[in-house]
Antibody
């Protein structure tokens, strides 16, 4: 079945970087864009950006331009979210999701704490 | 301020119908036909209910319906059930090729 499986929880210090992976299976990887969403504790959903696994093309929300990079590895059908200069307010569950109808990954908790 | 506004909360009794609005406040999203709606229960992954304004994915109950008029999209839940108590988010594409979520609406079943 179609599924996205994300990497495990991360704990990082302020100023560090984190890389979250999202491994796709059950469909043709290059045919569907994947986007990233985050949800801080008790807060709403925030759309971060999207990657076209076929071309590698990306678009990011202006808020995260320069701090977020999305990449993919077509040989392993995996997309990656890199976020740098982490601050405590980046603590959130990070989700990947396939356009247009899903599914979503199970989420990865990223905690930023000194 | 979000590019999309939603009521913070909506409530209804079992069996009633409720409607959640999602209003675009900037022109970048106002004309989009790519409006989606998601349901999220506490501690769970969001679930797609409606895509492209009014289309339901397979497996989603026909009690959920979507529409759009002008710069406001709406999600209607008819025949309200206790399990419909959740948070609901709209999402819209922008002309810049990105997307944005609304702030979310908490639905309470009285």
């Amino acid at each position: 079945q179609v599924q996205l499986v994300q990497s495990g929880a991360e704990v990082k210090k302020p100023g560090a970087s984190v890389k979250v992976s999202c491994k796709a299976s059950g469909y043709t990887f290059s045919s569907y864009a994947i986007y990233w969403v985050r949800q801080a504790p008790g807060q709403g959903l925030e759309w971060l950006g999207i990657i076209n696994p076929g071309s590698g093309g990306t678009r990011y929300t202006q808020k995260f331009q320069g701090r977020v990079t999305m990449t993919r590895n077509t040989s392993t059908a995996t997309v990656y979210l890199d976020m740098s200069s982490l601050r405590p307010e980046d603590t959130a569950i990070y989700y990947c999701a396939r356009e247009p109808l899903g599914p979503w990954g199970q989420g990865t908790l990223v905690t930023i704490s000194s | 301020q979000s590019a999309l506004t939603q009521p913070a909360s909506v409530s209804g009794s079992p069996g009633q119908s409720i409607t959640i609005s999602c209003t675009a406040t900037i022109s970048d999203v106002a004309d989009s036909k790519y409006v989606s709606w998601y349901q999220q229960h506490p501690g769970k992954v969001p679930r797609l209910l409606i895509y492209e304004v009014s289309n339901r994915p397979s497996g989603v109950s026909d009690r959920f319906s979507g529409s759009k008029s002008g710069n406001t999209a709406s999600l209607t839940i008819s025949g309200l059930l206790p399990e419909d108590e959740a948070d609901y988010y709209c999402k819209s594409n922008t002309i810049g090729g990105t997307s944005v979520f609304g702030p979310g609406t908490a639905v309470t079943v009285l």
